[in-house]
């Protein structure tokens, strides 16, 4: 098997394994306005970007060198800002619209400026 098949088969074993956990996360610390679009480019985008550490330092233990580890990084990283740049423009506009509908409770009063001991 050559290093480049190595790098994706253990990049793609541990984006499965641990990009639906962090595309998860993003969504319990902020909602989702966009729908199953914007929810389809969170999950690819982290499964990306979880990918990457993973695939580089499995294409420097396999002598891919380390220019080649450089590359296919910054190649991944991009990927995924484009992603997650194609998922703000679908989510900035839904949070826009659903502005009125979030919680009041995420906004920070004097009153508990003044209570909370800071």
Same mark, same amino acid.
């Given at each position: 098997? &050559? #290093?480049?098949?190595?790098? @994706?088969?253990?990049?793609?074993?541990?984006?499965?394994?641990?990009?639906?956990?962090?595309?998860?996360?993003?969504?319990?610390?902020?909602?989702?306005?966009?729908? *199953? #679009?914007?929810?389809?480019?969170?999950?690819?985008?982290?499964? !990306? =970007?979880?990918?990457?550490?993973? $695939?580089? !330092? &499995?294409?420097?233990?396999?002598?891919?060198?380390?220019?080649?580890? @450089?590359?296919?990084?910054?190649?991944?990283?991009?990927?995924? =800002?484009?992603?997650?740049?194609?998922?703000?423009?679908?989510?900035? #506009?839904?949070?826009?619209?659903? $502005?009125?509908?979030?919680?009041? *409770?995420?906004?920070?009063?004097?009153?508990?400026?003044? *209570?909370?001991?800071?």
């Amino acid at each position: 098997m &050559t #290093p480049a098949l190595w790098m @994706l088969l253990v990049g793609g074993i541990w984006a499965l394994a641990f990009g639906p956990g962090v595309a998860r996360r993003t969504e319990e610390r902020e909602k989702i306005y966009g729908g *199953t #679009p914007a929810k389809a480019l969170n999950l690819i985008a982290c499964l !990306i =970007l979880v990918s990457a550490p993973a $695939a580089i !330092i &499995t294409g420097l233990f396999n002598g891919i060198g380390l220019v080649g580890a @450089l590359v296919v990084s910054f190649s991944l990283f991009a990927v995924g =800002l484009l992603l997650m740049m194609a998922f703000s423009a679908i989510e900035g #506009p839904a949070r826009e619209k659903n $502005a009125d509908k979030r919680s009041i *409770t995420n906004t920070w009063t004097e009153h508990d400026a003044r *209570t909370s001991g800071l």
